[in-house]
């Protein structure tokens, strides 16, 4: 039986973002966005200044970052890819070690099994569980315009009251702010893990007043690199033009700068409610002994190489803040050793055993992540000083991979050309070295994409699964539709107050920190 500790043990807050690229950060070096409480935290935490989507694609990531691994293992190939109630996830380990674990926000999750170890969720996902969104690599070149991206959300970029994505994050940060209330005047004396999980500042560019008006006369910078012509563009990028009706719409430069304004606003917003459940932290005296972690399921290419949104390998796309805060265990400092999602796991696990003294639980299945602690500790010296990420969905009818080793990334894909780039030469990704004669380097990066894995047999492997999920959609789409939605639970009988409490009691158990007992006289 686990034995339960109190709460003086390491709580962890994760607060993950939806398409946030590393770049639209202050303390990622944007010198535009104002980020003021992720900024703050970076200054006193461990930044990874090379962290990586384990897959540039919401679910995929999310999948990856749940698991460990690496989506070609895992499953999670896609936006409708299904996970197993069996997978096991961070959040089942957690639990296995004595933490009450609880999720706030989006997890895209696709399946009956809405929770994958999580023991409360607190808010439904603001993205469909069914099949309803498999691509089909046997139809690469066509879109799917009810659900591919299009130009919309540039063309019609600006100033907003309320959004779908708006209403969905005020509730995703409040119910969050309420679980850790509920936590700390709780009896529950294990130590908690909420994961908050905001969609912003994933598109529609639509930001409230409030942000946009943070950035009036701001400059705000148009892409560093316009979109390229089109014998000079590279394979993928033409096809996500393609994907995402690139050339149905004129774009000028300012509604570029538009845009690129209302996604600064909505990271403005998202900033501020870090600041918040900051706030609830240091009032529920739970700040001292909270690790936070921010990080985000992949960033967005805001208009660089004329591209927008995500499913690409370049930086803006693939890669993410990666932010772990407790200044009370790791000092500040900044990693430069390429780290991803799939991280995530090992290190929670390895923060839950120091939080709760407990031994590990056994790994079910094998990780392709490591720990983080060692580089959080500023330890590199056994550290592979690589990541992978891998893309499997739309805008590729094949396997396609990303291998950052150093300073160096490189990408293959056995449709398209290979690319290779020096990152600290070349930070924009403008020189692919694959073309010239890298000589050893780059056979070296090929060898190790082959040993990765055998893209057309997992390109067969993928065409079918997304045929089944093809099938079994189609069917379940027929007569009565059983959805898989997550509906929260909520029993109004028993919040509040009500005739069957005890209205003194209730109101003293309800309270942080508790009142004086109070004892009237007869």
Same mark, same amino acid.
């Given at each position: 039986?686990?034995?339960?500790?109190?709460?003086?043990?390491?709580?962890?807050?994760?607060?993950?973002?939806?398409?946030?690229?590393?770049?639209?950060?202050?303390?990622?070096?944007?010198?535009?966005?104002?980020?003021?409480?992720?900024?703050?935290?970076?200054?006193?935490?461990?930044?990874?200044?090379?962290?990586?989507?384990?897959?540039?694609?919401?679910?995929?990531?999310?999948?990856?970052?749940?698991?460990?691994?690496?989506?070609?293992?895992?499953?999670?190939?896609?936006?409708?890819?299904?996970?197993?109630?069996?997978?096991?996830?961070?959040?089942?380990?957690?639990?296995?070690?004595?933490?009450?674990?609880?999720?706030?926000?989006?997890?895209?999750?696709?399946?009956?099994?809405?929770?994958?170890?999580?023991?409360?969720?607190?808010?439904?996902?603001?993205?469909?569980?069914?099949?309803?969104?498999?691509?089909?690599?046997?139809?690469?070149?066509?879109?799917?315009?009810?659900?591919?991206?299009?130009?919309?959300?540039?063309?019609?970029?600006?100033?907003?009251?309320?959004?779908?994505?708006?209403?969905?994050?005020?509730?995703?940060?409040?119910?969050?702010?309420?679980?850790?209330?509920?936590?700390?005047?709780?009896?529950?004396?294990?130590?908690?893990?909420?994961?908050?999980?905001?969609?912003?500042?994933?598109?529609?560019?639509?930001?409230?007043?409030?942000?946009?008006?943070?950035?009036?006369?701001?400059?705000? !910078? @148009?892409?560093?690199?316009?979109?390229?012509? $089109?014998?000079?563009? *590279? %394979?993928? +990028?033409?096809?996500?033009?393609?994907?995402?009706?690139?050339?149905?719409?004129?774009?000028?430069?300012?509604?570029?700068?538009?845009?690129?304004?209302?996604?600064?606003?909505?990271?403005?917003?998202?900033?501020?409610?870090?600041?918040?459940?900051?706030?609830?932290?240091?009032?529920?005296?739970?700040?001292?002994?909270?690790?936070?972690?921010?990080?985000?399921?992949?960033?967005?290419?805001?208009?660089?190489?004329?591209?927008?949104?995500?499913?690409?390998?370049?930086?803006?796309?693939?890669?993410?803040?990666?932010?772990?805060?407790?200044?009370?265990?790791?000092?500040?400092?900044?990693?430069?050793?390429?780290?991803?999602?799939?991280?995530?796991?090992?290190?929670?696990?390895?923060?839950?055993?120091?939080?709760?003294?407990?031994?590990?639980?056994?790994?079910?299945? !094998? @990780?392709?992540?490591?720990?983080?602690?060692? $580089?959080?500790?500023? *330890? %590199?010296? +056994?550290?592979?000083?690589?990541?992978?990420?891998?893309?499997?969905?739309?805008?590729?009818?094949?396997?396609?991979?990303?291998?950052?080793?150093?300073?160096?990334?490189?990408?293959?894909?056995?449709?398209?050309?290979?690319?290779?780039?020096?990152?600290?030469?070349?930070?924009?990704?403008?020189?692919?070295?694959?073309?010239?004669?890298?000589?050893?380097?780059?056979?070296?990066?090929?060898?190790?994409?082959?040993?990765?894995?055998?893209?057309?047999?997992?390109?067969?492997?993928?065409?079918?699964?997304?045929?089944?999920?093809?099938?079994?959609?189609?069917?379940?789409?027929?007569?009565?539709?059983?959805?898989?939605?997550?509906?929260?639970?909520?029993?109004?009988?028993?919040?509040?107050?009500?005739?069957?409490?005890?209205?003194?009691?209730?109101?003293?158990?309800?309270?942080?920190?508790?009142?004086?007992?109070?004892?009237?006289?007869?």
């Amino acid at each position: 039986m686990v034995k339960y500790v109190n709460r003086e043990k390491q709580h962890i807050l994760i607060i993950m973002a939806d398409q946030l690229s590393a770049l639209a950060l202050g303390c990622y070096g944007n010198p535009t966005v104002k980020s003021p409480n992720i900024d703050r935290l970076a200054d006193q935490g461990v930044v990874f200044e090379s962290a990586y989507s384990s897959s540039p694609l919401c679910a995929p990531a999310r999948y990856a970052f749940m698991t460990g691994q690496n989506i070609s293992k895992c499953g999670g190939y896609d936006n409708a890819a299904y996970m197993p109630a069996t997978m096991p996830t961070f959040a089942h380990y957690l639990r296995l070690m004595g933490y009450k674990t609880c999720l706030s926000g989006k997890m895209h999750f696709v399946g009956p099994d809405q929770l994958h170890g999580f023991e409360d969720r607190v808010t439904t996902d603001i993205y469909p569980a069914d099949f309803g969104w498999i691509p089909d690599w046997t139809h690469a070149d066509e879109r799917i315009d009810r659900w591919y991206h299009n130009m919309s959300s540039v063309k019609q970029a600006g100033v907003a009251a309320i959004t779908n994505q708006l209403a969905y994050d005020d509730e995703v940060g409040a119910q969050a702010m309420r679980v850790i209330y509920d936590h700390a005047r709780s009896k529950d004396e294990r130590p908690l893990c909420l994961v908050t999980s905001f969609i912003h500042p994933h598109d529609p560019y639509a930001t409230r007043q409030k942000y946009w008006d943070l950035y009036h006369d701001v400059e705000i !910078p @148009l892409p560093t690199v316009p979109r390229p012509a $089109l014998d000079q563009q *590279d %394979a993928h +990028n033409k096809r996500l033009e393609k994907l995402i009706a690139l050339d149905a719409v004129d774009i000028s430069d300012a509604e570029i700068i538009n845009a690129r304004r209302a996604y600064y606003g909505n990271v403005s917003y998202v900033d501020e409610w870090l600041g918040r459940l900051q706030a609830v932290l240091e009032d529920c005296d739970m700040a001292q002994n909270t690790t936070i972690i921010i990080t985000a399921d992949h960033g967005d290419m805001l208009g660089e190489f004329g591209l927008w949104y995500k499913m690409s390998f370049r930086e803006w796309s693939c890669r993410i803040p990666m932010i772990v805060h407790q200044p009370e265990r790791f000092a500040a400092r900044r990693v430069t050793q390429p780290v991803a999602l799939v991280d995530v796991l090992p290190t929670l696990v390895d923060l839950a055993h120091e939080g709760t003294g407990l031994q590990k639980p056994q790994i079910i299945d !094998p @990780l392709q992540g490591r720990s983080l602690l060692p $580089l959080c500790d500023g *330890d %590199a010296s +056994n550290d592979p000083d690589t990541c992978v990420s891998e893309y499997l969905a739309e805008g590729t009818a094949a396997p396609m991979l990303m291998i950052r080793r150093g300073q160096y990334k490189f990408i293959s894909c056995i449709t398209d050309p290979d690319q290779l780039f020096d990152l600290k030469v070349d930070p924009d990704e403008c020189i692919n070295l694959a073309q010239g004669d890298p000589g050893e380097l780059l056979e070296d990066f090929r060898q190790e994409a082959a040993d990765h894995w055998d893209a057309e047999s997992l390109r067969q492997t993928v065409i079918r699964d997304q045929q089944r999920r093809r099938e079994v959609h189609a069917a379940l789409r027929i007569g009565r539709y059983q959805g898989w939605d997550f509906d929260p639970e909520r029993d109004a009988s028993n919040e509040y107050t009500r005739s069957h409490m005890d209205l003194t009691q209730f109101d003293i158990t309800s309270r942080f920190p508790r009142p004086v007992a109070f004892k009237p006289g007869k």
